[in-house]
């Protein structure tokens, strides 16, 4: 397996507060992304980035932020979590962007109560 | 935009029925497809890929898909399946990010 760590695995927190989940690679890849996935939805793009501070926003990046201040972190945050935004939340890596094969991280449940 | 359709939520069959899940996208230029699974309890990982070339591509464990390009499909295929096959499926495009169809779930009866 590829060398991605996601912290924390699990996590309930409340409605109104801010959670950040990190994303830790020993790769040294370029390109990280950052999905929820829920039921009937598939996985959905919140943020990636393709290099140290580069970031761009995914489909359903609305009430998340992230940062990259290393190449091997990549940290998601809910500025103020919501119940919509219970989820499974998977960090990905590639070490190139269009071509190369993405690895995933074993996830975080995240439930907001 | 670049968005991935799979037409399958759902499929149920019994061990060495043949299996093809569709997949549609809808970008009309160069794409990078890909086949992941997710077997239950863990993370995505690759089937196969297509960049160019051979559009009958040859995966892991026994699937392949077809790449037509004039119907934007890649069509994922095992001609015969194993209870161990059980998963969901999801079919992916990567132009400058990647994208994910909303995935097929396919039990298999042993």
């Known amino acids: 397996d590829a060398g991605i760590t996601q912290s924390p695995r699990h996590k309930v927190t409340e409605t109104g507060t801010p959670v950040t989940l990190r994303c830790h690679q020993t790769?040294?890849?370029?390109?990280m992304y950052w999905y929820r996935q829920d039921p009937g939805h598939g996985l959905r793009l919140i943020h990636y980035?393709?290099?140290?501070?580069?970031?761009d926003k995914g489909e359903v990046s609305d009430g998340y932020s992230v940062s990259r201040s290393k190449t091997e972190d990549f940290l998601l945050t809910l500025e103020s979590a919501t119940s919509s935004q219970t989820s499974v939340y998977f960090c990905?890596?590639?070490?190139?962007?269009?071509?190369?094969?993405?690895?995933f991280g074993q996830g975080t449940r995240l439930t907001v109560v | 935009a670049q968005s991935v359709s799979q037409h399958n939520h759902h499929v149920i069959l019994s061990e060495a029925a043949s299996l093809e899940l569709g997949c549609n996208y809808s970008?009309?230029?160069?794409?990078?497809l890909f086949w992941y699974v997710q077997y239950p309890g863990q993370h995505l990982q690759l089937l196969l890929k297509?960049?160019?070339?051979?559009?009958l591509v040859k995966g892991i464990k026994g699937f392949e898909a077809e790449f037509i390009k004039s119907k934007f499909s890649f069509n994922l295929r095992k001609p015969s399946v194993q209870w161990s096959d059980t998963a969901e499926y999801f079919c992916?495009?990567?132009?400058?990010?990647?994208?994910f169809g909303a995935g097929t779930t396919v039990t298999v009866r042993a």
């Open positions: 790769e040294n890849h370029r390109y």
């Open positions: 970008y009309g230029g160069t794409v990078n």
């Open positions: 980035s393709y290099g140290v501070k580069d970031t």
């Open positions: 990905a890596i590639a070490q190139a962007g269009e071509t190369a094969e993405a690895f």
């Open positions: 992916a495009v990567n132009l400058y990010k990647l994208s």
């Open positions: 297509y960049f160019s070339g051979d559009p």
